[in-house]
Nanobody, 121 residues
Framework: QVQLVESGGGLVQPGGSLRLSCAAS????????MGWYRQAPGKQRESVAR???????NYADSVKGRFTISRDNAKNMVYLQMNSLKPEDTAVYYC???????????????WGQGTQVTVSS
């Protein structure tokens, strides 16, 4: 019924910037919280940034001051602006959203397919 599609990942040098985008589509009634997660090889998936429907944000300590999450409710999109990237930011980044679907009115946790971000010189 609903899906998330991510874009913007790639290879960047340390100190560089990337902007990740995530578009939600399908039979959407409304979207509550949205967020970005990441997982490096051999490590657990961790929350990077979250944003509520009202615009309140939370960040992992490791990215605070460098990453900015934002959303466009009219377009059902969420973004992650990543600045001053470090090699330790290398991971697969996943978009997540809590979506109330039109059919049935249930809230579903939806994940994107993941996009690779590699920070290396």
């Amino acid at each position: 019924q609903v899906q998330l599609v991510e874009s913007g990942g790639g290879l960047v040098q340390p100190g560089g910037s990337l902007r990740l985008s995530c578009a939600a589509s399908g039979s959407i009634f409304s979207i509550n919280a949205m967020g970005w997660y990441r997982q490096a090889p051999g490590k657990q998936r961790e929350s990077v940034a979250r944003i509520t429907s009202g615009g309140s944000t939370n960040y992992a300590d490791s990215v605070k001051g460098r990453f900015t999450i934002s959303r466009d409710n009219a377009k059902n999109m969420v973004y992650l602006q990543m600045n001053s990237l470090k090699p330790e930011d290398t991971a697969v980044y996943y978009c997540n959203a809590d979506i109330r679907v039109r059919v049935g009115g249930q809230i579903r946790g939806v994940w994107g397919q993941g996009t690779q971000v590699t920070v290396s010189s």
